[in-house]
Every structure is written in C-alpha cells, then in structure tokens.
C-alpha cells in the first residue's frame, strides 16, 4: 500500500489507520490486498492489527482500514522502559505470532519495524501482506522460487537461499530469534541468568529441524526463561 492516513469512521470514537493503494487498475494489488483482508479476518488475538472494512473507493482504488495505533515501532521504543516492559513486549509478539501460526499463516516479514508498542504498554504485529496460509500463497498471489519477499536482514538461511516460497513457520521463528538476540541487553536481566542465550540459539539454529517449530513452542520455552527455569529444547521432528 502507497500510503497510510488517519481517519475516523462515522459512529467510531477509535482512529483509524485507512491503507489506501495509489493504483486504480493494478489487479495484481487489487488481488494482495483481497488476499490480505481475508487472511487478517482469521485472527482473533488482542495483539494483532484488526481489520475493520476492505472496499474499493469510486476511483477504483482498494482500501483496508484498520485501527489507527498511537504508539511506536521497536525500533523507537524510548531507552527509559524497564527490562520488565521489554520483556513483556516480546512475549506479546511471540504470543500473537503464535497465534497467527496456529491459524495456519505465516507471516514472512517479521522485522522490528513490522512490531509496534501501544501507548497502553501492549504490543501490535503488522502488516501481512506478504504472507502465506497453509500450504499455499496467500497475499501476493505466488511466489517464485528464489524470490525473496521480506526484509534480507531477518530472513532464514533456507528463505536466502531458496526464496520466501519455501518459509515454514520454523523460518519466523529465525527471524524472531534475530529480533531478540537484537534487543536481548535490554529485557536480559529478567529471567534465568544464561538461559536466553540458549533460547537465542535454539531459535537461530542453521537447521529448521533444530529451531522451535512455532512461535506458539517458542512463546512457551520464553514464558518458562522468564519463570527462572531451564528453556525446553526444541520438540524433535522431521524437518
């Protein structure tokens, strides 16, 4: 979507963030953004980004409208919130994500731009517009091999080399790991001294098979670090 707007729906007291396409007559946006709605209305999780409505203006140009989220990205998250707050973020996201990965979507973008923190201290995980439902491609319409969709810097060993085509939910898992292992000296006082680091490689091991296999197993190896106990190795499976 080209650009972002703050609105407010007649009858509605929340702000709304309207995501509005410049392209009249792109069908191939058209289709991403139909594919987008109709994955988002699979959640039901308080820290995922609702959607409001979807339609197309009298222009021609589709629309999705979701809350408006006063708050700011992890990459502008002020220096001044405790190791608590921090770490409560996190198992925000690992929690939300998990869902998402329950519901049968990956999310394939997972960056620290794309995780937002509310004014109310609570975390919001955006933007799926290049994910994928199940066994299929969902918001972009198909993926190419080799094709790369998210951010280089986040991405699995087996995304660079293979493409976004082949992500499993092991894949955001790595990138997650990538995002905690970013942040780690800011949260890493909370649970059992050690043990993040163990996690950290856990989730950011070179093979799928060595990583958590969800955001849900993950979320519970990280409640269980923050209880002060040993993390749980990954559940061995075929990869």
Sequence with gaps: MDSRAKSCQPGCR???GAGLSSARHDRGLHRRLRKEAE???RFDHPCILPLYREGVLQDG????ISPWIDGASLRELPQTLTPGRVADFFADVLDAVGHAHQS?????????????MTQRYRACVMDFGVAKIGGRISAEGGTRDGELLGVERYSAPEVLRFGSKHATTASDVYSLGLILTEFAKRFES????????RLLRFCCAESRGGRYRDAAELALAF???RNRLPVPRPQKRGV
Excluded at 104 to 116: A, K, S
Excluded at 190 to 197: N, R
């Design 14 to 16: 929340r702000g709304t």
């Design 39 to 41: 994955l988002m209305r």
């Design 61 to 64: 140009r589709p629309y999705l």
């Design 104 to 116: 049968g979507v990956l999310h394939r973008d997972l960056h620290p731009r794309n995780l937002h």
């Design 190 to 197: 909370v649970g059992l001294p050690g043990e993040l680091q």
């Design 223 to 225: 409640r269980t670090w």
